[in-house]
């Protein structure tokens, strides 16, 4: 079976809402921003009632978004990457270590003179996957449990790790470079409240759901039955964040184009090296195509609705640093829909096998929606 073959499957039994996520995205932004231009004071309105200084409405947008994710992971398999440091190594150190830093590199070398939108690049580079990706890399013919298993992983890592590295890449490393510092007229623990807050809440959402709902029903029940139901509100509250996010920074993005733009830059050259780098990084440890995907996918994704909360809550939803997150979403759907098709054209010439391990590994009956 060849990799267009394969992919094409996959393409076709996503659902509408997710086979078009690209246009939705597209959409929400569009409407946001003329809702932001056409309803005077809105903005305003919208800020009134707040939730850990976040617009309520957005709170509630990213909680929703991130609670179906969270509660589709397999936490019962955690074991299984422990227990394979060729894939578990690398994806630490890409996704905590490498990962945060080419971020912090490209938005120095990128917007030296736009300290907001630097500030929230790297807040975007510390925010590791958690979403999205689990898409992405079944679209890709992935391994589905180590991507579950990796995201699992990432979301407790950036509970403890998130706070105590923003302090680092936005004060600490930029004092030692002699470039100047953010002025964070917060404390580390108002990003880590704001971690635990839309991370922690969902993160622990989703695995009690889990728990209890296969304790009551069993897992067939909650895999076929609970979490379709559940699964296309992460959707909803991602176009509903972005809706309400664009609708306060409508006047921003319409008013300096050109300021979105050199957000862009350093966000494709991003993904085009930690994408490209991954996947040889996977390829030299030994790993087969579908980890090595996996590998390639987890370290490339960010966790957007994560950065943008954080920006929210430290620096205010009309701020810089909350555009550079917002702007995120729109470059990251296309070039990973990009990067899906250059990984399935890459599997089988650099990671060659039999025509039979190939056909027995190409997925028969993937819908990536409910990964």
Same mark, same amino acid.
């Given at each position: 079976?060849?990799?267009?073959?394969?992919?094409?499957?996959? $393409?076709?039994?996503?659902?509408?809402?997710?086979?078009?996520?690209?246009?939705?995205?597209?959409?929400?932004?569009?409407?946001?921003?003329?809702?932001?231009?056409?309803?005077?004071?809105?903005?305003?309105?919208?800020?009134?009632?707040?939730?850990?200084?976040?617009?309520?409405?957005?709170?509630?947008?990213?909680?929703?978004?991130?609670?179906?994710?969270?509660?589709?992971?397999?936490?019962?398999?955690?074991?299984?990457?422990?227990?394979?440091?060729?894939?578990?190594?690398?994806?630490?150190?890409?996704?905590?270590?490498?990962?945060?830093?080419?971020?912090?590199?490209?938005?120095?070398?990128?917007?030296?003179?736009?300290?907001?939108?630097?500030?929230?690049?790297?807040?975007?580079?510390?925010?590791?996957?958690?979403?999205?990706?689990?898409?992405?890399?079944?679209?890709?013919?992935?391994?589905?449990?180590?991507? $579950?298993?990796?995201?699992?992983?990432?979301?407790?890592?950036?509970?403890?790790?998130?706070?105590?590295?923003?302090?680092?890449?936005?004060?600490?490393?930029?004092?030692?470079?002699?470039?100047?510092?953010?002025?964070?007229?917060?404390?580390?623990?108002?990003?880590?409240?704001?971690?635990?807050?839309?991370?922690?809440?969902?993160?622990?959402? =989703?695995?009690?759901?889990?728990?209890? =709902?296969?304790?009551?029903?069993?897992?067939?029940?909650?895999?076929?039955?609970?979490?379709?139901?559940?699964?296309?509100?992460?959707?909803? =509250?991602?176009?509903?964040?972005?809706?309400?996010?664009?609708?306060?920074?409508?006047?921003?993005?319409?008013?300096?184009?050109?300021?979105?733009?050199?957000?862009?830059?350093?966000?494709?050259?991003?993904?085009?090296?930690?994408?490209?780098?991954?996947?040889?990084?996977?390829?030299?440890? =030994?790993?087969?195509?579908?980890?090595?995907?996996?590998?390639?996918?987890?370290?490339?994704?960010?966790?957007?609705?994560?950065?943008?909360?954080?920006?929210?809550?430290?620096?205010?939803?009309?701020?810089?640093?909350?555009?550079?997150?917002? %702007?995120?979403?729109?470059?990251?759907?296309? %070039?990973?829909?990009?990067?899906?098709?250059?990984?399935?054209?890459?599997?089988?010439?650099?990671?060659?096998?039999?025509?039979?391990?190939? $056909?027995?590994?190409?997925?028969?009956?993937?819908? $990536?929606?409910?990964?």
């Amino acid at each position: 079976m060849t990799a267009a073959a394969s992919a094409g499957p996959v $393409a076709a039994r996503l659902p509408v809402m997710d086979r078009f996520l690209a246009v939705w995205i597209l959409a929400a932004m569009a409407v946001g921003l003329g809702l932001g231009r056409l309803v005077p004071g809105l903005g305003g309105a919208l800020a009134k009632v707040t939730m850990t200084g976040v617009s309520l409405p957005i709170a509630l947008g990213l909680l929703v978004m991130m609670y179906p994710v969270l509660a589709k992971v397999r936490y019962d398999r955690l074991d299984a990457v422990t227990r394979d440091r060729r894939l578990l190594v690398p994806s630490l150190l890409l996704n905590w270590v490498l990962g945060p830093a080419v971020m912090f590199a490209l938005a120095w070398l990128f917007l030296p003179d736009l300290p907001a939108y630097r500030t929230g690049l790297i807040l975007v580079g510390l925010a590791r996957c958690i979403a999205m990706v689990v898409i992405w890399n079944d679209l890709a013919c992935g391994d589905r449990e180590a991507a $579950a298993v990796l995201v699992a992983l990432n979301s407790v890592f950036q509970v403890l790790a998130f706070s105590a590295l923003g302090w680092f890449y936005l004060s600490v490393l930029p004092g030692w470079l002699g470039l100047p510092q953010t002025a964070l007229h917060v404390s580390v623990w108002t990003i880590a409240r704001s971690v635990l807050i839309f991370l922690g809440i969902p993160l622990a959402a =989703g695995f009690l759901t889990r728990r209890l =709902g296969e304790k009551a029903k069993g897992r067939a029940w909650y895999d076929t039955k609970l979490v379709p139901h559940v699964g296309p509100f992460a959707l909803y =509250g991602l176009l509903f964040t972005i809706v309400v996010l664009f609708a306060l920074q409508g006047h921003a993005i319409t008013s300096r184009p050109l300021d979105v733009a050199r957000i862009a830059l350093p966000l494709l050259a991003y993904f085009a090296v930690m994408w490209t780098g991954s996947l040889a990084v996977g390829k030299a440890a =030994g790993l087969d195509y579908p980890r090595a995907a996996t590998l390639a996918f987890t370290a490339a994704s960010n966790n957007f609705e994560l950065a943008i909360a954080v920006a929210i809550a430290t620096f205010g939803a009309a701020s810089g640093q909350a555009l550079a997150g917002v %702007v995120g979403p729109l470059i990251e759907v296309p %070039v990973l829909v990009g990067l899906v098709h250059v990984s399935l054209a890459a599997r089988h010439r650099f990671f060659p096998q039999p025509a039979d391990q190939a $056909a027995e590994a190409a997925p028969t009956a993937v819908e $990536a929606s409910r990964a």
